[in-house]
């Protein structure tokens, strides 16, 4: 079998790059003759009509408005309005059917897909911008992507992806992008599945639709991982010359032999991070050649084709002045050609000629754009492009190819000889050059833009004259693509940046909140209180989230507008009131626990009957403390002391029902109902307390109930998993209790999947809640994250 691999990706790279030798002589040809001028001038004479606003009073009543990344909503708005949302959403599903899905758009059955599919986004994204004004949008959230899953039934792949693309995210080190890494990861997952959604019929059964949408997420992620682990890696500066050369080694081995070899011994600061690449590799490689089968040769042929090319641009160096024409444009057409094809082909679709050859055809254009709006970030970081290597040699060499010229050259063979002068394939690759164009000027600036201008588009002027009032004056050449692109990186950037202050801030919060808690102890203290004082102090001090007193100080300083000093009293309230019922949980008569917080449990170091008064001293304390609160509304403070009291009764409840029910087996109902009364009606009180203190309305009263209810359950679940698969050192407890007390928990009854899919069920239930919430949510969201994602 090895022998054979070998000779098949040999041979099929060699066909591949005789076949973009073919491509680049008649592209060559067209360039030198200029041949491509006339026909370009007649596109946009034809394209423009639709383009250009004359001067008319109407256009005065339709300024022309720019998308911008913050501004989403409104820019979404405005298009509707003006009646312009309909052509935005063709041009833009269009692009992605002949780009990504390598069709021809003069096809009746693709016109009606791109049709139904445009009709279905314009209904998601009307509904996401109602009443939204001048707000950064998420037009798909998770929501939207878990509520997608649940339609299809594919819940546990989607499960299964997010944990692995939060791992990969947490992996990815310093040097590279993250930001654009996990967005091409994400956007090859994508790719794939909407490759497998062209290939299922609407005769396909829903059990077939779902285990091919399924296998689809895994494949595509298992392929993705190219691009941040391989792709991006090997360009970074992260890895020696020598890791590269022995990583590199083993990719192209597992590609010509279909076995991925075994690791060598890395050193140094690399170590763990190759370890954990090489394993994720390997495990996506194996399961990519388990869903081949009779397919398998051409994976591995499109894939070698793919990486050799990637190798031989990567090995260039800037320094060279010897590079031919062919050696500079030659592996670009093969490896923008072969990572569209790969996306196809891992779905193991059959052949399709016409597929094959638009994709082949098309790769360059993209890969050329996207050179040409980087070529100064490239130039800075000595990259070889077609257009860093023709800004360094130009004058030297005039025998190299000016590759703005064979971009336009690309550009007329597409609409002419790949899509055969089709009025919409020309509509749609024009609108997206002059948008490349323009987005390339607002970001440089015009000044540096004319004089960029004047070296590439000098050997056209005519043309170029066209090209740049297309520039200045055309109107409707945005994308949506782009605009989720922009908002993704600007996203994962915002999301970064407030996560780092969100654990900042909370650790902060946290140790102001521990630096009240402990009891002080006058002299004149009697023995007897003086142990239930250090009893109570000891399980004060363990290495506990504080996450209700926490949730509080946010709510209550950040969201109302409390002096952080006002509430120092209640913040110790909530975190006697919870510790004291982890001491009673903790109980031999209860659920027997050794370890808590990273310690022995209180009743191991004292006795039983020490800790169960310990408990009740710290919920006496909790009450004095509430009735400290004097700089607030009294009749507030009273309602707060109320709905404290009613809290305590209903935790002893939960807690009662969870020790009638051990050994039982319980529906999920019951289940629900204990979760909340035992864990969710804390996270109530940690929220609706600073909210009774606010005096705000019962609306915003019902939804943080809500909130509470949904992210309470999620809390315990996340536990109930922990429990089974997490690690003791971390949680600072033992894991397998449950277990242990025969004690049933959503994993026993559910199952370890089917927790999964009901956390996040209860995620986007709390989700959805927030979104209703008349207030700024974004700590909740935070925290909410934090709930399922936590390891502790």
Request: proline letters at 2%; glycine letters at 4%; hydrophobic letters at 40%.
């Amino acid at each position: 079998m090895n022998k054979e691999l070998i000779l098949d990706v040999d041979t099929s790279s060699r066909q591949a790059e005789q076949k973009a030798k073919q491509y680049f002589a008649s592209l060559y040809k067209i360039v030198k003759e200029k041949t491509y001028a006339p026909a370009l001038t007649e596109d946009f004479r034809l394209w423009k009509e639709h383009h250009i606003q004359h001067g008319s009073w109407l256009s005065f009543l339709s300024p022309r408005r720019k998308s911008n990344a913050g501004h989403n909503y409104s820019y979404i708005q405005w298009l509707n309005r003006t009646g312009k949302l309909d052509d935005y959403l063709d041009r833009s599903i269009s692009y992605i059917y002949m780009r990504d899905l390598g069709k021809a758009l003069d096809s009746p059955d693709t016109e009606a897909k791109i049709q139904r599919v445009a009709a279905d986004v314009k209904q998601r994204l009307l509904r996401s911008t109602k009443g939204k004004q001048d707000e950064q949008s998420e037009f798909f959230s998770l929501v939207e992507l878990y509520r997608w899953a649940q339609k299809e039934d594919v819940e546990t792949a989607v499960i299964w992806v997010l944990e692995k693309l939060r791992n990969v995210a947490s992996h990815i080190p310093e040097g590279m992008n993250a930001e654009h890494a996990q967005r091409k990861l994400i956007k090859i997952i994508v790719g794939v599945v909407l490759h497998a959604s062209e290939e299922i019929s609407e005769e396909t059964s829903p059990e077939e639709r779902a285990r091919r949408l399924d296998e689809a997420i895994r494949l595509g992620y298992s392929y993705g991982l190219t691009y941040p682990f391989i792709d991006d890696l090997l360009d970074a500066q992260v890895l020696t010359d020598q890791e590269k050369a022995e990583y590199s080694r083993v990719i192209r081995a597992a590609l010509r032999t279909g076995t991925v070899p075994q690791v060598g011994e890395w050193t140094g600061e690399n170590n763990a991070l190759m370890l954990y690449i090489h394993a994720e590799l390997t495990e996506a490689f194996e399961y990519i050649k388990q869903h081949q089968q009779d397919a398998q040769s051409q994976f591995f042929e499109l894939a070698y084709t793919f990486f050799h090319s990637q190798e031989r641009d990567r090995a260039k160096d800037l320094s060279d002045a010897a590079y031919t024409n062919e050696e500079l444009y030659i592996p670009v057409i093969l490896k923008s050609a072969a990572s569209r094809l790969i996306a196809r082909s891992v779905i193991r679709a059959p052949l399709d000629q016409g597929f094959e050859d638009r994709t082949f055809f098309y790769g360059i254009y993209n890969q050329l754009a996207d050179d040409f709006a980087d070529m100064f970030d490239d130039t800075k970081d000595g990259a070889v492009t077609s257009y860093t290597y023709y800004l360094k040699y130009r004058d030297q060499r005039p025998d190299l190819i000016n590759p703005y010229e064979l971009y336009w050259t690309v550009i007329y063979y597409l609409i002419h000889e790949v899509y055969h002068s089709d009025a919409k394939s020309r509509e749609v690759i024009l609108s997206r050059a002059i948008n490349g164009l323009k987005r390339f000027k607002a970001r440089i600036g015009t000044e540096q833009y004319n004089r960029t201008m004047d070296i590439f588009a000098s050997g056209n002027p005519a043309l170029n004259r066209i090209i740049q009032r297309l520039v200045q004056k055309a109107d409707d050449v945005d994308f949506f693509d782009k605009l989720l692109r922009d908002q993704f990186i600007n996203n994962l950037k915002n999301e970064r940046k407030l996560k780092e202050e969100f654990k900042k801030t909370i650790q902060e919060t946290r140790e102001q909140i521990n630096s009240t808690l402990q009891i002080a102890k006058s002299e004149k203290l009697l023995a007897t209180k003086e142990i239930l004082v250090d009893a109570a102090n000891y399980s004060l001090a363990g290495d506990a989230k504080r996450l209700r007193p926490i949730i509080t100080w946010f709510m209550g300083v950040q969201e109302y507008g409390f002096k952080p000093e006002s509430i120092v009293p209640l913040l110790r309230s909530l975190e006697y009131m919870h510790t004291a019922s982890l001491i009673f949980d903790d109980l031999p008569s209860q659920d027997n626990a050794s370890i808590r917080r990273g310690r022995s449990t209180l009743h191991q170091i004292h006795n039983s009957a020490t800790a169960e008064l310990t408990g009740l001293y710290l919920i006496q304390k909790a009450i004095q403390d509430q009735t400290s609160l004097d700089q607030f509304d009294p009749k507030a403070v009273l309602k707060l002391i109320h709905y404290s009291s009613r809290t305590t009764e209903e935790l002893c409840m939960g807690q009662l029902m969870d020790l009638n029910a051990k050994g039982k087996a319980l529906t999920l109902e019951q289940l629900n109902m204990i979760c909340f009364y035992k864990t969710g009606i804390a996270f109530e009180a940690a929220l609706l307390m600073p909210a009774i203190l606010a005096n705000v309305d019962d609306q915003e009263i019902s939804l943080l109930k809500t909130f509470a209810y949904h992210a309470g359950i999620a809390f315990q679940i996340q536990d109930d998993l922990l429990d089974l698969e997490g690690d003791a050192h971390l949680l600072g407890k033992s894991v397998g209790q449950d277990a242990l007390n025969n004690t049933s928990n959503f994993v026993t009854v559910l199952g370890q999947e089917g927790a999964k899919k009901e956390m996040w069920k209860h995620y986007c239930l709390a989700t959805e809640a927030l979104r209703e919430m008349p207030r700024r949510t974004t700590f909740l969201q935070h925290i909410l994250n934090y709930l399922v994602n936590r390891d502790r």
